[in-house]
């Protein structure tokens, strides 16, 4: 059995196109349909089905894809065997960070892949909703994501999830706010204000909505935004309240004019995590910057008490 007709197979299930599957393998859309045509012919079952104006896998499909998944693995397990008996190996890392991720991790990140000689790291930002964080996955060697709703959000099979961190997540308001003289707020307390929000699907969402589901009422957004520097602008200009990460935004709160206040009685964090494919996980140098990426994790959590 030919393992690129298996990584075809793999790439198709991940993409959900033969147009999309073509172009990360760099071949034509008729040469990706005519080694998938030969592959079932070897295996002797139908991998692939129409659907609509595409195709999809069939549960044969899907099977023999995560098979795919832990054959490359195992391939990539001897290359880094490999590499550990090589020397002078170059290697490049492509790594997806969504903005606020990148303030806290980068910079210290940067520190420690001088370690690595030889090492080529490309930090590109990427800010999709939570659903769009997986999909990065097969065009980056490692995507940092977040999600409110825990790490189980990004569980599937062929995909590595290693958690890094857990950052608390608080209501900014602008100084001066009549909620500001409380310690911590409830949901209660909040709702009638009106909110800067974001976008539907980014994990602050999920908070504001539960603020409503605890409370019975809907939360007036004034306004949304993806970029939460802008939200930090909006709240210390008065324009309402927003939920905002503690680490990321505790520095800004006083240059820009606003504060901050935790939320009690629902649950008010954001988990953020590593995401690879299995295989390409096995990596030794990816599986070393994901190392460095957890010890950076620790020194944050260490540095914000």
């Known amino acids: 059995m030919d393992i690129r007709r298996l990584q075809i197979l793999r790439e198709l299930g991940d993409r959900g196109s033969v147009v999309a599957t073509a172009a990360a393998m760099k071949v034509t859309a008729s040469a990706v349909s005519q080694q998938l045509k030969v592959l079932q012919e070897e295996v002797g079952v139908t991998l692939v089905e129409k659907a609509g104006r595409g195709v999809r ?3 044969a499909g899907l099977a023999m894809a995560a098979a795919a998944s832990d054959v490359s693995a195992a391939m990539e397990r001897a290359q880094a065997t490999v590499d550990g008996y090589r020397s002078g190996w170059q290697n490049q890392i492509r790594a997806a960070f969504f903005p606020s991720a990148a ?7 940067m520190y420690r892949l001088q370690e690595i000689e030889g090492l080529h790291f490309e930090p590109c930002m990427e800010d999709p909703s939570v659903d769009g964080f997986l999909r990065l996955a097969a065009d980056y060697d490692l995507v940092l994501a977040h999600s409110q709703q825990g790490v189980e959000t990004f569980a599937r099979s062929g995909i590595t999830v290693l958690p890094l961190l857990d950052e608390p997540l608080d209501v900014a308001m602008p100084a001066g706010h009549p909620l500001a ?3 911590a707020l409830k949901p209660e307390d909040v709702v009638g ?3 800067i929000g974001v976008p539907p699907g980014f994990p602050f969402e999920q908070v504001l909505r539960q603020i409503e589901a605890r409370t ?5 957004r004034t306004t949304r935004y993806a970029d939460l520097r802008v939200m930090e602008a909006m709240v210390a200009a008065g324009h309402g309240l927003a939920i905002v990460p503690r680490f990321t935004s505790r520095k800004a709160q006083t240059a820009r004019g606003f504060v901050m ?3 009690e ?5 954001r988990s953020i995590v590593v995401l ?5 996980a096995e990596r030794s140098s990816v599986h070393r910057v994901i190392g460095m990426l957890q010890q950076e994790a620790v020194a944050i959590a260490s540095q914000q008490g």
């Open 103 to 109: 303030e806290m991790f980068l910079p210290g990140l």
């Open 261 to 263: 206040r935790p939320l």
């Open 265 to 269: 009685g629902i649950r008010a964090s």
């Open 57 to 59: 896998l069939t549960e």
């Open 276 to 280: 690879a494919r299995s295989d390409v």
């Open 216 to 220: 019975g009422r809907l939360a007036k």
């Open 181 to 183: 003289e409380f310690d």
């Open 193 to 195: 204000y009106p909110w």
